[in-house]
Protein backbone atom coordinates (compact mmCIF):
# COMPACT_ATOMS: atom_id res chain seq x y z
CA UNK A 1 0.00 0.00 0.00
CA UNK A 2 1.31 3.47 -1.06
CA UNK A 3 1.99 6.02 1.57
CA UNK A 4 3.13 8.59 -0.93
CA UNK A 5 3.18 9.42 -4.72
CA UNK A 6 4.31 12.88 -5.93
CA UNK A 7 6.65 13.85 -9.33
CA UNK A 8 9.73 16.08 -8.99
CA UNK A 9 11.92 17.93 -11.16
CA UNK A 10 14.76 15.86 -12.50
CA UNK A 11 17.83 16.42 -10.11
CA UNK A 12 21.17 17.92 -10.42
CA UNK A 13 24.14 15.07 -10.40
CA UNK A 14 26.51 14.77 -7.02
CA UNK A 15 28.93 16.47 -9.69
CA UNK A 16 26.71 19.25 -9.53
CA UNK A 17 25.05 18.88 -6.16
CA UNK A 18 28.75 20.07 -3.93
CA UNK A 19 30.84 22.55 -4.54
CA UNK A 20 34.60 22.79 -3.07
CA UNK A 21 34.90 25.91 -0.50
CA UNK A 22 38.18 26.48 1.33
CA UNK A 23 36.15 25.20 4.22
CA UNK A 24 34.83 21.49 2.32
CA UNK A 25 32.25 20.58 0.87
CA UNK A 26 29.30 22.97 0.50
CA UNK A 27 25.42 22.90 -1.74
CA UNK A 28 26.04 24.36 -4.80
CA UNK A 29 23.99 26.72 -6.68
CA UNK A 30 22.15 23.79 -8.35
CA UNK A 31 22.19 21.99 -5.26
CA UNK A 32 20.38 25.10 -3.35
CA UNK A 33 18.01 25.71 -5.89
CA UNK A 34 16.89 22.02 -6.06
CA UNK A 35 16.45 21.56 -2.59
CA UNK A 36 14.54 24.58 -2.23
CA UNK A 37 12.31 23.18 -5.24
CA UNK A 38 11.50 20.17 -3.82
CA UNK A 39 10.73 21.32 0.14
CA UNK A 40 7.91 23.50 -1.58
CA UNK A 41 6.55 20.72 -3.83
CA UNK A 42 6.57 18.48 -0.81
CA UNK A 43 5.95 20.76 2.00
CA UNK A 44 2.29 19.33 2.46
CA UNK A 45 4.17 15.65 2.81
CA UNK A 46 5.46 16.15 6.31
CA UNK A 47 5.86 13.79 8.69
CA UNK A 48 4.05 11.15 6.45
CA UNK A 49 6.76 8.77 6.85
CA UNK A 50 7.92 9.30 10.52
CA UNK A 51 9.00 6.41 12.12
CA UNK A 52 8.14 3.74 9.34
CA UNK A 53 10.14 1.15 7.44
CA UNK A 54 10.42 2.31 3.75
CA UNK A 55 9.99 0.82 0.06
CA UNK A 56 11.16 3.74 -2.39
CA UNK A 57 10.72 3.52 -6.14
CA UNK A 58 12.06 5.53 -8.57
CA UNK A 59 11.00 6.22 -11.98
CA UNK A 60 13.71 8.44 -13.83
CA UNK A 61 12.67 10.34 -17.25
CA UNK A 62 15.76 11.53 -18.14
CA UNK A 63 15.17 15.07 -20.21
CA UNK A 64 17.74 13.73 -22.97
CA UNK A 65 19.44 10.81 -24.76
CA UNK A 66 22.51 11.14 -22.95
CA UNK A 67 24.26 8.47 -21.48
CA UNK A 68 23.71 8.80 -17.47
CA UNK A 69 24.69 6.74 -14.39
CA UNK A 70 21.09 6.31 -12.72
CA UNK A 71 22.66 6.29 -9.29
CA UNK A 72 24.25 9.66 -9.68
CA UNK A 73 21.08 11.86 -8.92
CA UNK A 74 20.40 9.62 -6.09
CA UNK A 75 22.41 11.63 -3.28
CA UNK A 76 20.73 14.96 -4.08
CA UNK A 77 16.79 13.42 -5.06
CA UNK A 78 17.30 11.02 -1.42
CA UNK A 79 18.47 14.21 1.02
CA UNK A 80 15.73 16.92 -0.73
CA UNK A 81 13.14 14.48 0.47
CA UNK A 82 14.59 14.34 3.70
CA UNK A 83 15.13 18.13 4.28
CA UNK A 84 11.53 18.79 3.19
CA UNK A 85 10.56 16.21 5.78
CA UNK A 86 8.85 13.71 4.00
CA UNK A 87 10.80 11.42 6.14
CA UNK A 88 13.54 11.82 8.97
CA UNK A 89 16.33 10.01 7.66
CA UNK A 90 17.06 8.19 4.57
CA UNK A 91 18.28 4.91 7.09
CA UNK A 92 14.45 4.53 7.27
CA UNK A 93 14.50 3.11 3.34
CA UNK A 94 14.88 -0.69 3.20
CA UNK A 95 13.67 -0.89 -0.76
CA UNK A 96 15.20 1.26 -3.18
CA UNK A 97 13.96 0.49 -6.85
CA UNK A 98 15.39 2.82 -9.61
CA UNK A 99 13.62 2.43 -13.16
CA UNK A 100 15.07 4.29 -15.99
CA UNK A 101 11.80 5.24 -18.08
CA UNK A 102 11.80 6.99 -21.46
CA UNK A 103 13.04 10.72 -22.01
CA UNK A 104 10.22 13.67 -21.01
CA UNK A 105 10.89 17.44 -21.93
CA UNK A 106 13.37 19.12 -18.77
CA UNK A 107 12.77 15.58 -16.92
CA UNK A 108 11.35 14.32 -13.84
CA UNK A 109 10.31 12.02 -11.23
CA UNK A 110 7.85 10.04 -10.01
CA UNK A 111 8.75 8.74 -6.57
CA UNK A 112 6.06 5.82 -4.67
CA UNK A 113 7.07 5.61 -1.56
CA UNK A 114 5.43 2.49 0.64
CA UNK A 115 5.71 0.93 4.29
CA UNK A 116 8.06 -1.96 4.23
CA UNK A 117 6.60 -5.00 5.74
CA UNK A 118 8.73 -6.77 8.17
CA UNK A 119 8.50 -9.89 5.50
CA UNK A 120 10.20 -7.99 2.59
Known amino acids: MDILRFQLPYPPTINHYYKRTPKGLA ?3 KGIQYRHDAFYLLHKHRNHCKDKRLA ?14 IDNILKCLLDSMQHAG ?7 IDMLTIIRRHVVKDGSVAVWISECSSSE
Open 86 to 92: VYDDDNQ
Open 56 to 69: VTINLFPPDKRRRD
Open 27 to 29: LST
